[in-house]
């Protein structure tokens, strides 16, 4: 290759976030050039360049296609065959038959009978086209790694060997991937998403011999910690098990090896499923392969609502809707039975028996559902919920906080924790994210602010009541916390904290394994498995030492680590299936971690699960929550990585475009994450000088890390702000339907669902608009450029300050005169039913700062909370200011909760507030 192609090459494979687009891009192109090439008259210099265009694009899938069965070594050997012997039509037509099984996966379970049509004559257009029924009935298609040193001839045999042990009645059907390293067992198992089984040998090598940058990055996804090069070739076989597993932990391992079965079996292998002995018996390890898919592929609520709703019954219970009688009778809203079909009808029910399970009191199917759910995501139990993550907040914070415990809350979490606070009865003390003045957005807490807080309540002889920290991870613009630091460092000052992580935008992360490292469950499970290593006790007593005299501020630049013998792991999570996986609405997920649920929780959470949760819970829901449960342990991976690139891919085609750059700008991580908090030193994920960055290492280091697949754009520049371009922009004109807007921006989530085409669309909608002010711009006066010039700059630069929380209202602080923050939400909440107490005061006027100015503290009665940005700007007690004030009037939104726009702010009277204070020095006294 010559120096220029190198170039070439090297800059076409940094537009690239990841190897599978450039599989799928270099596909499509072989394909377009070998048509070329089949029409092109031999002799001619064009001739001879698509003839080199074709080598270089086949030399440039030699090195990915190793890790994929389909087309696999053989078929690109077939492809070299017949470009070297100049049967380019031929050529042509099986790379378009391999483009078609590639795209509509046709190839998945007959790969060999694609493979024989090779070579018949006739058109690729001329294939049968799978039809919906046919792939909904298709038995499930998977791929096996096996990890072995082999050559041509002993890996076809082995091969062989498997494919001949499959029978019709098998459930699955799989084909095998054979690598001959450790590392390229690594690249496989990130890069090829049909990987559900790895089976580890003893003979295979080290290294690589496949350098392509592309790939090599995903060696980077194990993790600063593992060095490869260290480890003895004897212990190949275990490292990789436990190295797999640690990458991609729902994947089945079978360790094969010549070595003692019964050492290696008592080792930590990460949790290899079986440990085979110098294998030769395929039966043996082909049942093992298939036992293991099934037992994610199970489905224990769905398959028994299935079953019921297959079974004759008499229903002489509430619910007339059950099994469709009261449609099916109707002469009136038969349309409704037309519409969703009768399965739903027919799966409808009030029963629990029969098959059924009951939610509140689980032993059957649901029970074995929500243990399924534990493990996929790595918690030690999970409940389900049928009303949404709004539910599951409000029973953790019930069940494990009680009257008086104080809690440590992201003043912008959801409005679920605040009025959970109420229903507990907590002392809340607030912590301010750092804000995004620019963009009416707020960011995320820094672990310092949370530090110096606990450290003011240990000198103040409260530490013993702080109970919970409430952080929400990602936040609705994408902050992602480093949820392990965080936690170790708060450990550190409080060895029995309780945390809890709102997930609801973030279920999806645990199949990532970038994302895995900063939830809550993950968290959990690496820091019980640290605080048991003797390397971890040696370190601690070092720095006990070392910190013996410091005092807050030294504590708060260090790096704490928590005593060993007093932390204690507990963490719940709560997530939102609903919104980032497969879910019908408001299927959600309660997670827990906790050391001391049995003990101290389980009891209080039970009460807390009775009190929120309905008695009638909606079944199609459970069974969505279990088959969302299956979908993601078996093809998570692939789904949350398309998520990624789907989102990757918009940034760079909104920051590379001409025209869009002018009015509209995707917000990097260096825009949304101040530098203090990148260690990194990462300032975006693409830029056009050097393509994309690994984030690998701003995940696994930085205080802070940003969720790419939230993309927040900045359409001030259009002139509108993120609200009006919204409603009447994208939904009104286009149909593309958005969550968040700021004062200027808009919110883009992928999730599993976006598809390529989706974001195609996107961007050219994007693409109309711009050119649409374009055209106004050109054809614009003086004085309607000038306009629309303030207009942007109002948007842009003239924003208003975000208010940070001001304080309780000494009424309502049982920490008065201790230099604590915690207000009673619960008092102030209740004391609001009486209306007699409460007075408005309109913001339109001046009359507030009327008030402020002579002195008297106005005191809000309820939560005030503008959509957008949709958090609490003000709380129950909570001290009203003038920043406060100034900022809703900016805001100019059309929707805020809890204030009346014809009558004013609801604030508590001069009375009520010094009945109050009299009341609580009396009760001092």
């Known amino acids: 290759m010559t120096e220029s192609r190198t170039k070439q090459s090297q800059h076409s494979l940094s537009d690239y976030y990841s190897a599978t687009q450039l599989r799928s891009d270099r596909w499509t192109s072989l394909k377009s050039t070998a048509a070329a090439l089949a029409k092109s008259k031999q002799g001619g210099r064009s001739h001879a360049q698509l003839i080199d265009r074709t080598r270089m694009i086949l030399e440039s899938l030699d090195p990915i296609e190793m890790y994929w069965a389909f087309p696999g070594k053989s078929g690109m050997e077939h492809l070299r065959r017949l470009l070297v012997g100049t049967d380019y039509e031929a050529f042509a037509r099986i790379v378009t038959r391999i483009v078609r099984a590639l795209l509509s996966g046709s190839y998945r379970g007959k790969i060999a009978t694609v493979v024989a049509e090779w070579d018949a004559d006739g058109p690729a257009e001329e294939e049968a086209v799978e039809t ?10 998977f791929e096996v790694l096996i990890v072995d040193d082999l050559s041509p001839l002993q890996e076809e045999k082995q091969c062989r060997a498997l494919r ?15 690598v001959p390293s450790f590392e390229d067992a690594l690249i496989a198992i990130l ?3 049909n990987v559900q089984s790895v089976v580890v040998r003893y003979d295979f090598q080290l290294k690589s011999v496949n350098n392509l940058k592309i790939l090599q990055r995903y060696l980077s996804r194990v993790g600063d910690d593992e060095d490869i090069e260290e480890i003895d070739f004897g212990e190949f076989g275990p490292e990789l098990c436990r190295l797999v597993r640690k990458v991609r932990p729902e994947l089945d391992v079978f360790l094969v090896t010549d070595r003692s079965v019964e050492d290696i079996a008592g080792r930590d292998l990460g949790g290899c499923l079986r440990v085979f002995y110098n294998q030769e018996d395929y039966v043996e390890l082909h049942l093992n392969i298939l036992r293991g898919v099934n037992a994610r592929y199970q489905t224990p609520f769905f398959t028994a609502l299935k079953e019921y709703s297959k079974q004759p019954t008499g229903v002489f219970h509430a619910l007339p809707i059950s099994r469709g009688k009261s449609i099916a009778r109707s002469h009136w809203i038969r349309d409704m039975g037309d519409f969703y079909g009768m399965n739903i009808f027919l799966a409808e029910t009030s029963a629990t028996s029969g098959g059924l399970d009951s939610l509140l009191e689980p032993h059957g199917p649901i029970k074995k559902a929500q243990e399924l759910a534990a493990r996929a995501f790595g918690a030690k139990r999970t409940y389900f919920a049928t009303n949404g993550t709004s539910t599951c907040n409000k029973v953790v914070v019930q069940a494990v906080i009680r009257p008086g415990d104080i809690v440590l809350v992201d003043r912008d979490c959801h409005k679920s924790h605040h009025y ?6 907590a002392h809340v003390i607030y912590l301010d994210s750092y804000p995004l003045h620019q963009y009416s957005m707020y960011g995320a807490v820094p672990l310092a602010s949370i530090k110096r807080q606990l450290l003011e309540l240990r000198r103040a002889g409260k530490l013993d009541r702080v109970r919970m920290l409430l952080l929400t991870n990602c936040t609705f613009d994408g902050i992602v916390y480093n949820v392990e630091r965080f936690m170790e460092e708060c450990l550190a000052i409080k060895p029995d904290l309780v945390f809890l992580w709102d997930e609801a935008w973030f279920a999806f992360a645990r199949f990532g394994p970038t994302y895995r490292q900063r939830t809550g469950m993950h968290a959990a499970q690496v820091l019980r498995e640290r605080y048991r290593d003797p390397a971890h006790r040696k370190a601690f007593e070092a720095q006990k030492q070392q910190l013996k005299d410091a005092d807050d501020e030294k504590l708060i630049a260090a790096r704490i680590l928590p005593d060993p013998d007093k932390v204690r792991i507990r963490v719940y999570a ?21 050391q001391d649920f049995r003990g101290e929780v389980e009891q209080a959470f039970h009460e807390a699960y009775m009190t ?3 008695t009638s819970p909606n079944y199609q829901i459970i069974a969505s929550l279990d088959v969302g449960r299956r979908q993601v342990e078996l093809e998570g991976f692939e789904l949350v990585q398309k998520q990624v690139e789907a989102a990757m891919t918009m940034r760079k085609a909104i920051d590379s475009h001409p025209l869009l750059k002018k009015y509209f700008k995707v917000l990097t991580v260096g825009e949304m994450i101040p530098a203090q908090f990148r260690d990194s030193g990462i300032t975006s994920y693409w830029d056009p000088e050097h393509g994309w960055n690994d984030i690998w290492d701003a995940w696994a280091q930085d205080e802070f890390a940003l969720d790419a697949t939230r993309v927040s754009l900045t359409v001030g520049g259009t002139g509108l702000d993120g609200d009006s371009f919204k409603n009447d922009i994208l939904m009104d004109r286009y149909g593309i339907q958005i969550n968040k807007t700021s004062r200027n921006t808009v919110l883009f989530m992928t999730h599993i669902g976006t598809t390529r085409s989706s974001v195609a669309y996107l961007i050219e909608v994007l693409v109309k608009v711009a050119q649409e002010l374009d055209g106004e711009q050109e054809d614009a006066s003086d004085m309607e450029r000038k306009s629309f010039q303030r207009r942007v700059k109002s948007l842009m630069e003239d924003l208003p300050p975000l208010p940070d929380f001001s304080r309780f209202h000494d009424a309502f602080c049982p920490g008065k005169g201790t230099d604590t923050p915690e ?30 100015s002579k002195g008297r503290e106005l005191v809000s009665t309820s939560f005030i909370i503008p959509y957008p940005p949709g958090f609490p700007i003000l709380v129950p007690g909570q001290i009203v200011s003038e920043e406060i004030i100034a900022f809703m009037r900016a805001l100019d939104v059309k929707e805020i909760h809890g204030y009346r726009a014809d009558l004013g702010l609801r604030v508590f009277t001069e009375d009520a507030l010094n009945a109050l204070s009299e009341k609580a020095r009396a009760a001092a006294e």
Not at 164 to 178: L, N, Q, S, T
């Open 191 to 193: 890069l090829n998403h």
């Open 612 to 614: 929120h949760t309905s």
């Open 420 to 425: 959970g606070m109420v229903l507990a009865g």
């Open 132 to 141: 919906l029924e046919e792939r909904a009935h298709a038995r499930p298609y």
């Open 164 to 178: 001949e042990i499959r029978r019709p009645d098998d459930r699955f059907i799989y084909e095998p991937v054979v």
């Open 823 to 852: 207000g009673d939400l619960r008092a102030a909440y209740f004391l609001a039913y009486d209306e007699p107490k409460c007075e408005y005061l309109p913001i339109e006027t001046r009359a507030i700062e009327t008030e402020i």
């Open 574 to 594: 709560t997530q939102s299936t609903h919104k980032t996986l497969t879910s019908l609405r408001q299927g959600s997920m309660i997670h827990v971690a906790d």
